[in-house]
């Protein structure tokens, strides 16, 4: 049996970062409490990781006490935090990963120009929160409410898009904006890592029997991963997992090739584990 771990395998640049940031305050700051609004990566077991390093993960600001240390997370964070952090007398950090900080700053010369900005990604993740909370002229896309549309006044919006989309998908949107708005300025901002890892699985040779996503399910670029393994081997069985023991042994009975993905928070001890659970099997 061809066991195949896909590149890029470890933390992406921006997790790595905001990992290092995270522990560093927390040396840094030996008697103060350290708080992350959110999970500073989508990864359940880098959050616990931090926990037990005095790292501690709260949802809600004002779950943090007053004049102690916040750091933002890696996906960017709603601007409105910021005014009512200075008013808890909070210490900030901010692990914002360069990638998504480079879109903000897109939006914001765009917004200071007077454009429109259609913004693709998905409601309710902290990345696209942040994005949106920037002005009310920055629109969610949703391809299924065109009645959005009537929200843009301006000839030339800006589209741009969450780091972690389907580099599949995000063509056909473009398009289809392309058809409302011809003059409307494209950002393809899908970062980096997110296209190699995705581009890697799109390459997969076609006698491929099984494809394993190693990631959290609250990770985007995770959930990316096996919806492209889907599409592109509709064929191939593609599951995702968050650890070796969530492993169903039983799926690699008569299998000849598999083929390992992960996302970019996915820690790489994790993904060596589930390497060995399956050449152990
Ligand atoms: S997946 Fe991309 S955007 Fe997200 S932290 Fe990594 S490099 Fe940055």
């Known amino acids: 049996m061809k066991v195949e771990i896909l590149n890029p395998k470890a933390y992406c640049a921006g997790v790595s970062n905001a990992i290092s940031l995270a522990l560093k305050v927390r040396k840094d700051n030996p008697h103060r409490e350290v708080y992350v609004l959110g999970m500073l990566v989508h990864n359940n077991f880098v959050v616990k990781s931090l926990e037990k390093q005095g790292i501690k993960s709260v949802n809600k600001i004002e779950d943090i006490p007053d004049g102690q240390i916040v750091i933002f997370s890696a996906h960017g964070h709603k601007r409105e935090l910021d005014a009512i952090a200075k008013e808890k007398n909070l210490t900030i950090y901010d692990s914002i990963c360069p990638k998504v900080l480079h879109n903000i700053t897109l939006i914001e010369e765009n917004l200071e120009k007077g454009h429109q900005i259609i913004y693709i990604g998905q409601a309710g993740h902290p990345e696209a929160e942040a994005c949106l909370s920037l002005s009310k002229k920055v629109i969610l896309y949703d391809k299924n409410v065109l009645k959005n549309y009537q929200l843009i ?3 030339s919006p800006l589209v741009i898009n969450q780091t972690t989309l389907n580099i599949l998908d995000i063509k056909n949107d473009h398009e289809d904006i392309l058809k409302v708005f011809p003059k409307a300025r494209i950002a393809d901002e899908i970062c980096g890592s997110t296209r190699l890892r995705q581009k890697a699985i799109v390459d997969s040779s076609t006698d491929v029997d099984l494809i394993i996503v190693v990631g959290d399910q609250k990770s985007s670029n995770s959930k990316r991963l096996l919806e492209i393994a889907r599409s592109t081997h509709p064929h191939v069985s593609s599951i995702m997992i968050s650890d070796a ?17 992960s996302g970019a928070s996915t820690p790489n001890e994790i993904i060596d584990e589930v390497y060995n659970r399956i050449i152990n099997y």
């Open 245 to 261: 023991r969530e492993l169903d042994v039983s799926l690699l009975i008569n299998k000849n090739h598999i083929v390992i993905s």
């Open 153 to 155: 006044n301006d000839e």
